[in-house]
């Protein structure tokens, strides 16, 4: 894959404009991870501390994603970022509030890290030097946040496995939605929109493979995704 990559000029206008925007994506979203694995303690009182730790890891990728910004000179466009992932945020809280711990853990732990995953990995190959180890780090630390998710929801299996569903139906699209806005952005700083759709999906269909799903159903349930989002 990194063989027919070009690495895009890091300190060109066009560069740094698509930058304040995407790392405004990252910053705010690292933040919300750490608001909802602090949620998802309270949700949880028997894994609180593990949860709080991973509340924690997320505060400081939020914090040296903001590093990766004030390096390259940029002002991260936050309130874009707020705006985009509003959507998804008011489900996290909407299912919180009705106590739904599945699909809190669907839509933070499964959604929300394999999109992370995903991005970091498109990220990796066409970061600047000062950002490329930072991401490095932060993508084996959503590994585990991914991991904690699978963990809980594979032994329910039988009980939760309508409600994942259900949840991936009503938030994977929203969160694909986000996306749309950021294409130009992203082909800017040498990211392939179209790649990182594939890689997410890859990435979640491990993930519903790893909790129980059997890998036809779990490409059923992504090809009913996908067809939805183009409908
Ligand atoms: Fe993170
Ligand atoms: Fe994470």
Same mark, same amino acid.
């Given at each position: 894959?990194?063989?027919?990559?070009?690495?895009?000029?890091?300190?060109?206008?066009?560069?740094? $404009?698509?930058?304040?925007?995407?790392?405004?994506?990252?910053?705010?979203?690292?933040?919300?991870? $750490?608001?909802?694995?602090?949620?998802?303690?309270?949700?949880?009182?028997?894994?609180? &501390?593990?949860?709080?730790?991973?509340?924690?890891?997320?505060?400081?990728?939020?914090?040296?994603?903001?590093?990766?910004?004030?390096?390259?000179?940029? &002002?991260?466009?936050?309130?874009?970022?707020?705006?985009?992932?509003?959507?998804?945020?008011?489900?996290?809280? @909407?299912?919180?509030?009705?106590?739904?711990?599945?699909?809190? /853990?669907?839509?933070?732990?499964?959604?929300?890290?394999?999109?992370?995953?995903?991005?970091?990995?498109?990220?990796?190959?066409?970061?600047?030097?000062?950002?490329?180890?930072?991401?490095?780090?932060?993508? &084996?630390?959503?590994?585990?946040?991914?991991?904690?998710?699978? $963990?809980?929801?594979?032994?329910?299996?039988?009980?939760?496995?309508?409600?994942?569903?259900?949840?991936?139906?009503?938030?994977?699209?929203?969160?694909?939605?986000? /996306? @749309?806005?950021?294409?130009?952005?992203?082909?800017?700083?040498?990211?392939?929109?179209?790649?990182?759709?594939? @890689?997410?999906?890859?990435?979640?269909?491990?993930?519903?493979?790893?909790?129980?799903?059997?890998?036809?159903?779990?490409?059923?349930?992504?090809?009913?995704?996908?067809?939805?989002?183009?409908?």
């Amino acid at each position: 894959m990194t063989d027919t990559i070009t690495s895009p000029d890091h300190s060109s206008a066009a560069y740094l $404009d698509a930058y304040s925007r995407i790392n405004a994506m990252v910053i705010v979203g690292e933040g919300l991870a $750490d608001r909802h694995f602090r949620l998802l303690a309270a949700a949880i009182p028997a894994d609180a &501390k593990t949860l709080q730790v991973l509340a924690a890891m997320e505060g400081r990728h939020a914090r040296d994603f903001v590093g990766c910004g004030a390096n390259l000179g940029v &002002k991260p466009d936050t309130p874009l970022a707020r705006s985009l992932f509003a959507p998804l945020h008011a489900l996290f809280l @909407e299912a919180n509030r009705a106590g739904d711990r599945v699909a809190c /853990l669907v839509i933070q732990c499964l959604i929300v890290e394999c999109f992370a995953v995903a991005a970091y990995r498109c990220y990796l190959p066409v970061a600047d030097v000062y950002a490329r180890p930072i991401t490095a780090e932060v993508l &084996k630390d959503e590994a585990l946040h991914l991991s904690y998710g699978e $963990d809980w929801l594979r032994p329910r299996f039988q009980q939760v496995a309508a409600g994942v569903v259900a949840c991936c139906q009503r938030a994977v699209p929203v969160a694909l939605s986000m /996306l @749309e806005r950021l294409k130009p952005d992203l082909e800017t700083i040498g990211i392939d929109p179209v790649e990182l759709v594939g @890689e997410f999906m890859a990435c979640f269909q491990e993930s519903l493979q790893a909790i129980g799903f059997s890998p036809a159903r779990s490409r059923q349930v992504l090809t009913e995704l996908a067809v939805s989002a183009l409908a």
